[in-house]
C-alpha cells in the first residue's frame, strides 16, 4: 500500500452507531473518515430519535466523522441540512446509494439516482444555499447499470469533493460481485476523486482493482471491518501478533458492551445490539460462532458475561 492511501469506514445502519465508531476509533484508529449512517426524514417531518442521537457533535467527539444525508426532494434535504448546518458540521454526504425498498419507495437512496429531475433540483439548491464540502455516495442504479452511465455527466457537473461509488445495483444489495470494470470506466472519466466501495476483503482485492485502476488510492469499506476490525491495518502493511491482536479485540469488545450499558438500561436491547454486533465480529476467532451463541441464548447480562468470559479463555483468531 501506498502512505497516500485513504481509508473510509462505510455508513452501516444497525451497525456502525456512534458507540460502535467511538470504540473502533479509540482501540484500532486505522480510519481516515468515519461516515455517520444517513439521517431522514420520519414521522412528523423530524429526525428519528435514534439518528439525531447518531449526529450529536458530543457522540462523535475526538472522531473524524462525515454526517449523511438521505432525502429525497428539496425539502426534505432542507430540514436535513439546517440541522446539520446548526450542529456545526462543514462537511456532509449525499445518499444516492441505499439499496432498501423502505428507502426506494420513497424516492431516496438509489431512487432519487433515478430521477434526473429532483436530482438536478436537490443538488442545485445544495450547492447554491449551503457552504459544505459534499460528498456523494451512490451505486449503478436501481435494476440496470446503464442508469449510472447516462446519471454520471450529471454528478460531474458539481463541485463534490469525492464521489463514492458501489458499483451494484440496488436489486443486487449486496450479493453477486460488485462490478470493477463498471468502476474502472467511470474512474477514467471522473473530474473529482472517486473513492471504491464494495468487497474489500483482503490486500489482493485491492491489487486487483488497482489492475484496471493503477492510481486508485482512496477506499470505503464496512462488512469488511466488520468481520475483521484489524483489515485496515493490514492493508497498510501494519502486523500484529496474535496475542495483541485478542487483547484489543477485547478491549473493542468490553468498551462497547459498556457503552451501551451506559446508553441502555433495558438489559434486552443491550443485548439486542450485542447479538448484531457479534452477528460479524464472529468472524474474527475460529470458533466465533460459540459466542454468537452465547448472546443469542442470554437471558440476561450476567448470563451473557460469564459466557462471553468463558468464550475468552479458548478463544484463538481466525
Known amino acids: 500500500m501506498s502512505e497516500q492511501d485513504s ?16 470504540c473502533y476509533h479509540e482501540v484500532f484508529g486505522s ?30 467527539e475526538n472522531v473524524p466523522v462525515v454526517p449523511q444525508i438521505l432525502c429525497a ?75 449510472i452511465v447516462k446519471q454520471f455527466e450529471l454528478l460531474q457537473a458539481y463541485p463534490f469533493e469525492k ?3 458501489h458499483p451494484r445495483t440496488a436489486k443486487q444489495l449486496y450479493k453477486g460481485a460488485a462490478n470493477r470494470q463498471l468502476f474502472a470506466e467511470l474512474a477514467a472519466k471522473s473530474k ?21 485502476v493503477p492510481n486508485q488510492s482512496e477506499w470505503m469499506i464496512g462488512r469488511g471491518i466488520l468481520n475483521d476490525p484489524f483489515l485496515p491495518t493490514k492493508l497498510k502493511g501494519e502486523l500484529h501478533s496474535d496475542e495483541v491482536k485478542l487483547e484489543k479485540l477485547i478491549a473493542f469488545h468490553n468498551e462497547i458492551l459498556k457503552n451501551y450499558q451506559v446508553i441502555w438500561t433495558d438489559e434486552g436491547i443491550v443485548i439486542h445490539r450485542m447479538i448484531q454486533f457479534w452477528s460479524y465480529f464472529q468472524q474474527s476467532f475460529m ?19 460469564s459466557g462471553i468470559d468463558s468464550f475468552w479463555v479458548n478463544a484463538k483468531l481466525e
Not at 32 to 57: C, F, M, T, W
Not at 92 to 106: E, F, Q, S, V
Not at 287 to 305: F, H, I, P, T
Request: hydrophobic content about 35%.
Open 7 to 22: 481509508f473510509y469506514f462505510a455508513p452501516l445502519q444497525g451497525f456502525t452507531d456512534f458507540v460502535y465508531r467511538r
Open 73 to 147: 426532494n428539496v425539502g426534505e434535504l432542507k430540514l436535513l441540512a439546517d440541522e446539520l448546518k446548526l450542529m456545526s458540521y462543514t462537511t456532509i454526504n449525499l445518499n444516492l446509494g441505499c439499496p432498501y425498498p423502505m428507502a426506494t419507495k420513497r424516492g431516496r437512496g438509489t431512487a432519487l439516482l433515478e430521477n434526473p429531475d429532483q436530482l438536478k433540483q436537490v443538488l442545485d439548491y445544495l450547492f447554491a444555499e449551503y457552504d459544505f464540502k459534499v460528498s456523494v455516495k451512490f451505486r449503478a442504479g436501481l435494476t440496470d447499470e446503464s442508469t
Open 192 to 212: 473529482s476523486p472517486l473513492v471504491y466501495n464494495g468487497d474489500i476483503q483482503s490486500i489482493d482485492d485491492l491489487n486487483e482493482i488497482r489492475q484496471q
Open 163 to 165: 464521489l463514492i461509488f
Open 31 to 60: 480510519i481516515d473518515e468515519y461516515y455517520i449512517p444517513y439521517i431522514a426524514i420520519g414521522p412528523g417531518q423530524k429526525i428519528r430519535n435514534s439518528q439525531y442521537r447518531d449526529v450529536l457533535p458530543e457522540n462523535n
Open 287 to 305: 470458533q466465533g460462532r460459540k459466542a454468537y451463541k452465547v448472546a443469542k441464548k442470554a437471558r440476561n447480562l450476567d448470563s451473557y458475561q
